[in-house]
């Protein structure tokens, strides 16, 4: 009991000073055990696949890339606060992934979370606009938040043009700063 109490003391004065992603034990409530969803896998909806642009209000355009059973995606958020990252494999309609996320204009430890998370490829009950349906946790978590996203109809994935800090703008070669 001592040691847990001491574990947890620690990880609250280091989610003061650090992130907690650099603290063992920190971001699972004292090595308690990860999150996991309960999820079983159906068939792919007929002519669907995981390829495309999806929206979500806060997490802006998530695009995504199946090649296989694998699945490659990134996102920047609508307020342009932070982007994305995102692979993972599916099963029918099922993909389950591991995820990070970068705050734009912060560097370190803190200017990243990281997480696992699911969706589940639903068609509508009028089966006109595809849905990803699905949550992520933080760390070893794969729940703990919904991620809810609409299917864009006349869009193209495009994972080059999530280009992270950069907003689209080049940067400099290495060695040529003045």
């Known amino acids: 009991m001592k040691a847990k109490i001491l574990v947890r003391s620690v990880c609250l004065v280091a989610t003061l000073a650090f992130s907690v992603a650099l603290i063992p034990g920190c971001g699972d409530g004292g090595g308690g055990e990860a999150k996991h969803a309960t999820i079983s896998s ?11 642009v999806y929206f979500h209000p ?12 694998n699945v490659v995606g990134k996102w920047k958020r609508a307020d342009q606060s932070k982007w994305g990252e995102l692979s993972g494999t599916h099963t ?5 992934f591991t995820w990070k996320e970068h705050t734009i204009g912060l560097v370190g ?25 699905g949550q992520y946790g933080i760390n070893n978590d794969e729940t703990g938040s919904d991620w809810h996203n609409v299917k864009q109809q006349r869009m193209t994935p495009d994972l080059k043009s999530i280009n992270g800090d950069t907003g689209g703008l080049a940067t400099p070669a290495a060695g040529k700063w003045d």
């Open 42 to 52: 159906g068939p792919m909806p007929e002519g669907e696949s995981w390829t495309g």
């Open 109 to 133: 430890a803190g200017g990243e979370s990281t997480g696992k998370g699911h969706f589940i490829y639903k068609m509508p009950k009028d089966g006109k606009i595809p849905e990803l349906d």
């Open 92 to 96: 029918g309609n099922v993909l389950r």
């Open 58 to 69: 806060v997490y802006g355009y998530l695009h995504l890339v199946e090649e296989g059973s």
